[in-house]
């Protein structure tokens, strides 16, 4: 797909500390990408780079510029691409496949690609991997695990910049509904049954 030199190059762009969006959240996503590309005509070359770049622009969850995220992923691609051999055609693509895959953009997916990017985005945010991503995020924004006298929100308003037991009210939950292909719908019923276990878990505990 890439040269070694551009490759390394958009690999140390994810060199940071963030474990949810590092290197290996992009080597999940990509793995996803292929899984849930059976049966479907995509390009695949536009696939795999969209996979590879759609995180290469890191903000912090909690930043007021949290949505520009993708769009500045998109802008710094097609720069990177133009050291490729992908065509001008091609780097347009991946550039909306990747403005387009960002939750916090909601925005329309407008091609195969974009909605396969956006599933296996989504799903890399569910089941284990979900819960672990949950934590550190949350460790991340320096939030309790949750608010001590109403853990489950029951008489006050969610805020999961301050408690991350709220984030999955918030969003979490919320993922499953929003997935675009049947494979992706499939993979999304699992991972949600795994934060539900997880939850009732977690509720015992606490």
Not at 62 to 78: C, P
Not at 94 to 122: C, G, P, R, T
Request: some cysteine; aromatic content about 8%.
């Amino acid at each position: 797909m890439f040269k070694k030199d551009i490759l390394d190059k958009i690999r140390s762009y994810y060199d940071h500390d963030d474990p949810s969006h590092d290197w290996s959240h992009v080597i999940r996503v990509a793995n996803l990408c292929e899984r849930l590309s059976h049966g479907h005509e995509v390009n695949s070359r536009v696939l795999s780079a969209s996979a590879y770049l759609h995180d290469i622009i890191n903000i912090p969850k909690n930043s007021e510029h949290r949505s520009k995220a993708s769009a500045l992923a998109a802008q710094k691609a097609k720069s990177l691409l133009g050291e490729s051999d992908y065509s001008n055609s091609e780097i347009e693509h991946i550039a909306q496949v990747i403005l387009e895959h960002s939750y916090s953009a909601n925005l329309k997916a407008s091609s195969i690609e974009s909605e396969i990017l956006q599933d296996a985005d989504k799903l890399d945010a569910m089941g284990a991997i979900g819960v672990m991503r949950w934590a550190s995020c949350g460790t991340k924004m320096k939030s309790k695990y949750y608010h001590l006298d109403d853990p489950w929100a029951q008489e006050r308003s969610l805020d999961d910049k301050s408690f991350s037991l709220d984030h999955f009210e918030k969003k979490l939950l919320k993922l499953n509904d929003r997935l675009n292909t049947q494979a992706g719908k499939e993979e999304g019923k699992r991972r949600l049954a795994f934060f539900h276990a997880f939850l009732d878990q977690l509720k015992s505990e606490i």
